[in-house]
């Protein structure tokens, strides 16, 4: 595979390492509960079609990206920043 | 005797001005450079090549290119020694030697021919049946036996002397297989600007051209091929690539191809690679792999001297040789006619034409008569006979009457499947087209194309079409404009019709279906009344198409005699997915350079030299080598010096390289509060000039890693990591601060390769570093306490960080120079040490010393233990969110019988403890069910005289004073320990802040 | 003063022990020419995010504007080769005036010395595409890579930075950096790769 980074261009798949489901969301603070945290560790949907995942670019400039992928055809639509993405980040 | 009888005396893309001498089961023989091993035997009268897989029945040359089933043959002697080579796509060169496999003693004289010994007995699924009982004999009797009579080559037996290298490329269109289809596409592609690369597996360019007599635009097509090749090197963003085959398609475009750098010659030159493994990555790509001429199914069908028809065009055509003398054709279509012709055309008679077909165009009639050959319209090989090659073939004309013909070659054409083998692998299922009697590429993955015969399209008209079409559609979709379009070349005109049969019925003897793994019709069969009718299935049971040919000749035979049992159609039993490689790839062709010492990168402590000149035994620690311990002359073992190395330490001073730990530079206005987060313990209160350990966890709760962080000024830290975890921290801190946090002012980046870090440590540490820093830095106890952290200068200015950091327990320091100065600052402390006896020791004593004060380490920090389980659960602060902070207080992880952290120590003091020992209580029975933990690091106390161990105990802390049993079923003993604090030594920790 | 040290502190950069200067592989005209640049100082500048302080104050210090691509500005004595979002390579070719740079940078960004934690070099010469192509999974091709572009990525595993500079009289050049600790491995695999096209090997000082 090849995950087209905004920053880098298209660069193979080695580069990277995955972690996962972009969508849960950490409950911050101390009042977060421990089954929301629970939640969030394990619980992820195991999709057939397009997911956002969290990738980072290891071997690159060091972003963690949300790709957009095809789980079946592993079809990327898009990549972009977390950081304009606001993947993953809590209110 | 004439040198190679079998050669017609002109023709052929061979140089017949040069000979080459080569020999083939200690036999001496002559060919030609552009011969092929196969071509070269043949040209000498060659038949027997190999015996078969399971029968030991004896096999020739089928094919002409990389499908052939049964001609393989180890290629070299010694270290270079090669199994289950193709004699086909070998190209011959001056002392090739070649042996026949599987057979013994001699490929003539094979007494394990299951035709003698046993008759019958290997059908499909006779692995399952015969040998399920009792099991205890498989491993010992039926195993050897099996491999001893049913196998390939042999493998070398000594290490491949030769290099392989790894290779990437990038295009914009690549474009596989260099026939007539391949090579217009690349032209027309590369006429546009396109950046283009063209790969052929064979060592010639020209594809099924330079096996056919064929013209184009009213000339020979080798005109058309050479001014076509001449064009393309003339063009500057084109790339050619003799004997490389595109093995792979894989996501996103990627391609996987090996290129046979030095396959044809004895040894690689000097400096260059045997083989060359690329990753190719493309925009789009054209298929043009051509096709693969189908045998016929019939009794008798694999004796040496049958062979595709296809095969023995090429054979008289591109090499020149004659494969038989007295010949028949066995055709279900037009193509065994082509044969027809070419072989009149080269001057020779023909025996017997049968064709299966009852219409026989008329000017099929009159070649057959030109070439003196009868006709059996309607007809079909029912048997063939002869030894160790055809001597003869029983017709079955089409009233039924039985004919046999003397002959020595019977060519056989069942038609053609187009080689679209990559476009499966991508979940592509083939189509069966009615049209054209052969499975065609169904959806295709994005970015290909397929053109010519690989898309069914068999005609040369067809291939020149469509290569023309889909060179400039792809240019055309990645933007390039193509200036002019020129018109598609003409060609002579020809007929592909095919009625192909699956099998003759009716002889008698074995008919083989896939020749590698000796499955017969009757093998199809007998899977089909067991109930093995996906094609799947078939393919496990019977094992047809498996091995290096991958059925390339036998899949549709099979499938068709499935088709046929079951009463349904080809296209409803499909074909199996092919999956890459498309052809034997050679592991060294993957690894490339990274074999051996070079197997993955090595990381090297600035000081490694100076550690190595010291006798250093270095250890793998992660990616780094670490020094291990430094012997001494005389000294006997490990412990030995490890344990005066621990002394030294103890008494004196000793000097250790820790330049390997992660470090992290983390600056800007909220670092402290990010600190506050990934860590459990609290950093706000860390004043300036001050260093504290931390530990953080994963959010799962375990414990991730730890080390000590330093406040270097306001808004700067430095992070220390284990040399492990040093890539995994940083991914860690980068995840929390862009995904998690990233409003948090917080500029992180690594600098562990940019510090040499050293540990000074023992009572007579500060004396040895004051000698070391400019006089101006203060570090006596009270200036310079416990955990001070500090940037110094040495030697006069050059910039230093020091740290009153312990991990042995001792008065003791860390002291980090810029890398290039690593080796000096290793000299200058021993220089300084050594009125005090400065040893230096290796990560071995570490831990012993680290063991002796109960500091837990890699072995602990094991992705499975809590800040609980190892006694740091106080650590975890209560007044803010962190990391892993929910998840660590879960009520099973909170469970008092927990295993944690203890000290154990053997009752018998001369007893060693074991790490993995399992702790079983006394009286107990030593089964999983009364395991309570294990011995997770153990070392032999130079301070106590003693072994001493840490472990994880169910309820741990609660039980000191007990004495467990200790049992180590991996080294089959058991010893009993006592429960103790793990900290063995100096528990009120006087050294440390002396 | 680094440079009053005296003789025993000694400095000895990464290529130390692991390259020698002179030929290596086929014999003949080298394909490929290696030099090891000496004095090259680096550091890692991270700015702040949202601040253009960094780039004024780099404009007015080393003449050279901040790339907010993947690409590096070059003077005669510096550079600025981005690397990373926010983040930027300071390099200069001499030692002398290298840590004032840094300090009078540290108002504006965060500041790392980097110039001992990486091991650089100079490849060029007509094969020295096809050397690293033997490592490279990104493209080198003159379209895709022009001079000044700059990319992260890894060579044959192991992680280097390295960009474009003005061709040399014999094809195209390119400075990379790798990770010191590395150096050996990286240039085990580099040198097995030169060796069929021959390398010449320079170290000037």
Redesign the interface.
Same mark, same amino acid.
């Given at each position: 595979m090849r995950i087209p980074c905004p920053h880098c261009g298209a660069r193979d798949v080695q580069e990277f390492t995955y972690l996962g489901d972009a969508k849960p969301r950490r409950p911050e603070g101390l009042d977060a509960t421990e089954a929301a945290m629970l939640e969030y560790v394990y619980v992820r949907d195991n999709p057939r079609g397009p997911n956002d995942e969290l990738w980072y670019h290891a071997a690159g400039c060091r972003a963690w990206l949300m790709v957009r992928r095809h789980t079946l055809t592993h079809v990327i639509e898009s990549a972009v920043p977390t950081k304009s993405a606001k993947a993953g980040v809590a209110a | 005797m004439n040198a190679q009888p079998f050669r017609l005396p002109s023709g052929g893309l061979v140089d017949r001005t040069q000979t080459l001498s080569f020999r083939f089961d200690g036999k001496t023989y002559d060919g030609h450079p552009g011969d092929t091993l196969a071509s070269a035997l043949l040209a000498n009268g060659v038949r027997l090549l190999g015996r078969s897989f399971k029968y030991h029945r004896p096999r020739g040359v089928l094919s002409v290119g990389s499908e052939e089933p049964n001609a393989l043959v180890e290629l070299r002697t010694g270290a270079r020694r090669e199994p289950n080579t193709r004699a086909t796509i070998i190209e011959l060169f001056e002392g090739l030697e070649a042996t026949s496999q599987n057979r013994w003693p001699s490929l003539g004289c094979d007494f394990l021919s299951v035709d003698r010994l046993a008759g019958s007995a290997l059908v499909a699924g006779f692995y399952y049946k015969t040998f399920m009982w009792p099991a205890a004999f498989w491993e010992k009797l039926y195993e050897p036996v099996i491999r001893r009579a049913a196998g390939l080559g042999r493998a070398a037996r000594f290490a491949d002397p030769d290099?392989y290298?790894?290779?990437?490329?990038?295009c914009d269109v690549l474009v596989i297989g260099a026939g007539p289809a391949g090579l217009s596409a690349a032209l027309t592609a590369g006429r546009s600007g396109a950046?283009v690369i063209l790969c052929d597996e064979d060592f010639r360019l020209g594809g099924r051209l330079l096996a056919e007599r064929r013209e184009i635009d009213g000339r020979p097509a080798a005109d058309w091929v050479a001014a076509t090749l001449a064009e393309l090197a003339a063009l500057s963003e084109v790339r050619t690539m003799l004997r490389t085959s595109v093995f792979g398609l894989?996501?996103?475009?990627?391609f996987g191809a090996v290129e046979r750098v030095n396959d044809h010659v004895a040894v690689p030159p000097?400096? =260059?690679?045997r083989q060359r493994g690329w990753?190719i990555?493309t925009k789009r790509a054209i298929l043009a792999s051509g096709a693969l001429e189908r045998p016929i199914v019939f009794p008798g069908n694999d004796r040496p001297g049958v062979m595709l028809a296809g095969a023995v065009r090429a054979y008289v055509n591109r090499f020149g040789v004659l494969p038989g003398r007295e010949i028949v054709v066995f055709t279900t279509g037009d193509n065994g006619w082509a044969t027809v012709c070419d072989l009149v055309a080269a001057g020779v008679r023909l025996s017997a034409i049968v064709d299966s077909r009852s219409e026989i165009d008329p000017t099929f009639k009159a070649l057959a008569e030109r070439a003196g050959a009868r006709v059996f319209a309607g007809g079909a090989v029912e048997a063939t006979q002869g030894g160790h090659h055809v001597r003869g073939v029983v017709v079955r004309d089409s009233s039924g009457k039985h004919t046999t013909l003397s002959c020595d070659l019977l060519a056989v054409s069942n038609g053609w499947n187009p080689t679209l083998h990559l476009t499966s692998h991508q979940n592509g299922r083939p189509i069966w087209n009615e049209d054209v009697q052969a499975f065609v590429p169904g959806t295709l993955p994005?970015g290909l194309a397929v053109g010519g015969s690989a898309a069914g399209r068999f005609t040369l008209a067809q291939a020149l079409e469509d290569g023309a079409r889909l060179g400039r559609e792809a240019a055309v979709e990645i933007g390039f404009r193509p200036t002019h379009i020129e018109p598609i070349p003409t060609t002579d005109a020809e007929t592909n019709r095919v009625k192909p049969i699956w099998r003759v019925r009716g002889g008698r003897g074995k008919a083989f279906v896939d020749f590698q793994n000796d499955v017969t019709e009757k093998d199809v069969e007998l899977a089909a009344r067991e109930g093995f009718r996906s094609v799947e299935h078939l393919k496990r049971y019977t094992t047809l198409g498996m091995a290096t040919d991958q059925g390339k000749t036998s899949n549709i035979a099979g499938l068709a005699i499935m088709a046929e049992q079951t009463g349904r159609a080809i296209s409803d039993t499909g074909t199996t997915v092919f999956r890459p490689p498309f052809t034997p790839v050679a592991i060294g062709a993957l690894a490339?350079?990274?074999r051996g010492k070079?197997f993955?990168?090595?990381?090297?402590?600035?000081t490694h030299?100076w550690s190595r000149e010291q006798g250093a035994v270095f250890v793998e620690t992660g990616q780094?080598l670490r020094a291990q311990y430094y012997p001494k002359p005389g000294e006997q073992d490990w412990l030995t010096t490890v344990t005066r190395e621990v002394l030294a330490v103890r008494t004196g001073v000793g000097l250790c390289d820790v330049s390997?730990l992660g470090k992290i530079?983390i =600056?800007?206005r909220d670092t402290a509060e990010f600190l506050e987060r990934v860590y459990i313990n609290g950093w706000k209160a860390l004043p300036v000039g001050k260093a504290r350990y931390g530990l953080m966890l994963r959010?799962?709760g375990f414990v991730m890693d730890d080390g000590t962080t330093s406040r270097l000024r306001e808004n700067?830290f430095l992070m220390t990591t284990t040399t492990a975890n040093a890539?995994k921290v940083? =991914?860690h801190l980068?995840?929390c601060h862009?995904?998690?946090?990233?409003k948090l002012?917080v500029?992180?980046?690594s600098?562990?390769?940019?510090?040499a870090q050293a540990a000074i440590a023992g009572p007579k540490s500060r004396e040895v570093l004051r000698d070391i820093l400019d006089a101006v830095h203060d570090i006596s106890n009270e200036a310079f306490p416990y955990l001070a952290a500090r940037e110094v200068t040495?030697?006069?200015?050059?910039?230093a960080r020091l740290f009153r950091i312990s991990f042995s327990g001792e008065l003791a320091y860390e002291l980090a120079v810029?890398?290039?100065?690593?080796?000096?600052?290793m000299?200058?402390l021993m220089?300084a040490g050594s009125p005090h006896g400065i040893t230096p020791y290796g990560t071995e004593a570490l831990g012993v010393m680290r063991l002796e004060k109960g500091h837990v380490a890699g072995n602990e920090l094991n992705g499975q233990t809590t800040a609980r389980d190892l006694g740091l659960g106080k650590m975890m602060s209560s007044k803010?969110?962190f990391i892993g902070r929910?998840?660590a207080?879960?009520e099973a992880l909170l469970q008092s019988d927990r295993p944690t952290l203890v000290g154990l120590r053997p009752i018998n003091n001369a007893e060693r403890l074991r790490a993995g020992a399992h702790f079983i209580s006394m009286g107990r029975t030593a089964n999983t069910d009364n395991d309570e933990g294990y011995m997770t690091s153990v070392a032999y106390s130079p301070s106590l005289g003693h072994w001493i161990g840490l472990g994880l105990l169910k309820n741990g802390p609660r039980r000191v004073g007990e004495r467990i049993r200790a049992v180590d079923p991996v080294r089959n003993s058991e010893i009993h320990v006592e429960i103790c604090s793990p900290i063995f030594v100096d528990r009120e920790g006087t050294r440390l802040h002396g | 003063m680094a440079e009053q040290a005296t003789s025993s502190w000694c400095r000895r950069d990464a290529w130390a022990a692991i390259i020698q200067v002179g030929q290596i592989g086929a014999a003949g005209e080298p394909g490929v020419k290696v030099q090891l640049p000496a004095n090259l100082q680096l550091a890692t500048l991270i700015a702040t995010t949202g601040s253009t302080g960094l780039e004024r104050i780099t404009k007015q210090l080393v003449g050279l504007d901040l790339p907010r691509s993947a690409s590096i500005a070059l003077s005669a004595t510096h550079g600025l080769a981005w690397s990373g979002p926010g983040q930027w390579m300071l390099l200069a070719r001499q030692r002398a005036g290298f840590s004032e740079l840094t300090s009078l940078l540290s108002d504006e960004a965060a500041v790392s010395d980097q110039g001992d934690a990486r091991a650089a070099l100079c490849v060029s010469g007509r094969r020295a595409r096809e050397v690293l192509a033997k490592g490279a999974m990104i493209d080198l091709h003159g379209k895709a890579f022009p001079v000044g572009a700059t990319a992260l990525t890894s060579f044959a595993h192991v992680g280097v930075q390295l960009w474009r500079i003005k061709d040399g009289p014999d094809g195209p050049a390119f400075e990379i950096l790798v990770s010191r600790s590395m150096a050996a491995s990286f240039w085990s695999w580099f040198a097995a790769s030169a060796a069929e096209f021959g390398c010449n090997v320079a170290r000037p000082g």
């Open positions: - | 290099h290298e790894k290779a990437f490329a990038f950046r894989y996501d996103h475009g990627i000097a400096h =260059q690679p990753r990555y994005p490339g350079h990274h070079d993955r990168p090595v990381r090297l402590a600035p030299d780094w390997t530079d =600056q800007g959010e799962d700067h890539g940083m =991914q980068e995840f862009q995904v998690l946090w990233p002012d500029r992180m980046v600098v562990s390769e940019q510090w040495v030697n006069g200015g050059i910039p810029p890398a290039d100065y690593g080796e000096a600052m000299r200058a220089a803010k969110d929910l998840m207080r879960r | -």
